[in-house]
């Protein structure tokens, strides 16, 4: 059933209530295509737009057929609160239309800096910048730490942003290696071979897209303390903190003096359209990545905001009730790759993907590719990283029945790979 906004027949049309429960958004979407095979020639593109890519995520979900099952994406099937929904109607026809502070409106900055307080008593809205999504707060974070010439480490599989945002600035990308069979935990031994004088920032993500991997407290005290030692500042990314299973995700913030969290509303609240995250960072540098940040987009949009402090305000039973799905959604596509031949994985802890490993005589693309073009949207591991091939990302934020349609898809395509292999 449809609540409808109380203020009249235009705010109808304008302003629909949410419905209750999951959406049913799991096939391909066709209203907006990226052009990622055209290339531009001659000296009208920048080098550093030359040396980025068309993250493959997109290129598969791009070249999806009408209808494919849609494994691919992590964007949660649920809508935003009903409280943010409303007080995003009501902003709008209040008024709050306009700009408003660079760093967002202090009432937003005030509830993000309380949900830290656990961590750092002292964290006020002087520590927080509200940004236009996750990914923007990557790149100001990026943009106001690295300069030409530095390295950053950065993880191998990890977020495509990572390494695209390093050379963006200027830096080079140096891998450190999360491998499954340690859980796709960082080795600290290799993080120390790595480094070097011109290092500037490691770049964490628990929990992790695309393995689901969480950091153990130690191991986050480890890092920090990795970080202390050789004055690098730590960039993490916690956009998937509340969407745990297995216990609590152990944030950086409190860690040490020399951390940026990245963090977003897109998840938790189910609002990947709306593109509002956040930075939090000492006050000192706050104000330089709030610099990058004004130049980037000058501020983020008010009445979104206005809407996500609504559904801060409300509570957390709404992403309560969507972690409580995608637990249950976990174990039933957890059961189901288990019992395909030539897969192994490692269950997720957190977000909502898994990350199995494959045995075919395919390279994660051409598997994917495959899938694809039997009706199924996956993401090449390697879209990820080197250490991602012979991987393929699916995202369990899909409905269950969808759920069991494309991973029986998948199963189909290994029973046929171990048929062929047997021939």
Known sequence: MLSLSRNGPDRKRWCPGPSIGPRRHDGASHGTTIMWTARVDGEMVAERARRVEISGIRKMFEAAPPNAVNLGLGEPDFDPPAAAIEALCDAVHQGMNHYGPSAGIPGLRDAIAERYRDRDPNVSRENVIVTGSGSEALMSAALALYDPGDEVLVPNPGFVLYASHARIAGATPVPYRLLPEHRFAPDLDELERLVTDRTRAIIVNSPSNPTGAILSRAAVDRLAAFADEH????????????????????????????????????????????????????????????????????????????????????????????????????????????????????????????????????????????????????????????????HLRLSFAASRPNLRRGIGILAEYATEMAAAEGR
Request: glycine share 8%; aromatic share 10%; charged share 20%.
């Open 231 to 390: 004055d690098l500042t730590i960039v993490s990314d916690e956009v998937y903190e509340e969407i745990v299973y297995d216990g609590p995700a152990t944030s950086f913030w409190g860690k040490s003096d020399r951390v940026v969290i990245v963090n977003s509303f897109s998840k938790t609240l189910a609002m990947t359209g709306w593109r509002i995250g956040f930075l939090v960072a000492s006050r000192p540098l706050a104000v330089e990545l709030n610099k990058i940040h004004y130049h980037i987009m000058a501020c983020p949009p008010t009445p979104t905001q206005v809407a996500v402090l609504a559904g801060l305000t409300a509570g957390d039973g709404a992403t309560a009730s969507m972690v409580r799905e995608f637990k249950a959604r976990r174990a039933l596509v957890v059961r189901m790759l288990s019992k395909i031949p030539g897969l192994s994985l490692v269950p997720p802890a957190g977000a909502f993907y898994v990350f199995p490993r494959f045995s075919w005589p395919r390279t994660s693309l051409e598997v994917a590719t495959e899938l694809l073009q039997r009706g199924v949207i996956t993401t090449p591991g390697d879209a990820f990283g080197s250490l991602g091939a012979g």
